[in-house]
């Protein structure tokens, strides 16, 4: 946290401490000195859902219970793809098979 107001200030320049806010600066609230709360830029990942849901690709009742990819994993795929021309894996000049150069 880089800045500390008071409620006071924040009443009095609410407009350019929410631009400051904007621009990823994070900024304490005081209260008789104390910190009473923190005013911060949303997460990148509640602006994306914010922007999905004014597209209308996401549904706001959906909204409130999405959770992020960060748990998130892909289903593993076994794909077997055929060779190239060429058969297994040769050296760059189309000799033996690499896996024959490996053993030596």
């Given at each position: 946290m880089?800045?500390?107001?008071?409620?006071?200030?924040?009443?009095?320049?609410?407009?350019e401490?929410?631009?400051?806010?904007a621009?990823?600066?994070?900024?304490g609230?005081?209260?008789?000195?104390?910190l009473?709360?923190?005013l911060?830029?949303?997460?990148?990942?509640?602006?994306?859902?914010a922007e999905l849901v004014r597209e209308?690709a996401?549904a706001?009742e959906?909204?409130?219970?999405?959770?992020?990819?960060?748990?998130?994993?892909?289903?593993?795929?076994?794909?077997?793809l055929?060779?190239?021309?060429?058969?297994?894996a040769?050296?760059?000049?189309?000799?033996?098979?690499?896996t024959?150069?490996?053993?030596?």
């Open positions: 880089t800045a500390r107001v008071s409620v006071q200030q924040l009443q009095d320049h609410a407009d401490l929410i631009d400051r806010v621009a990823g600066e994070r900024i609230l005081t209260r008789d000195g104390r009473v709360a923190v911060a830029p949303p997460d990148p990942e509640q602006r994306v859902l209308g996401v706001p959906n909204a409130a219970t999405a959770r992020g990819l960060a748990g998130w994993t892909p289903p593993r795929i076994d794909v077997r055929p060779f190239g021309r060429r058969g297994p040769q050296d760059a000049r189309g000799g033996r098979p690499l024959q150069l490996r053993r030596q």
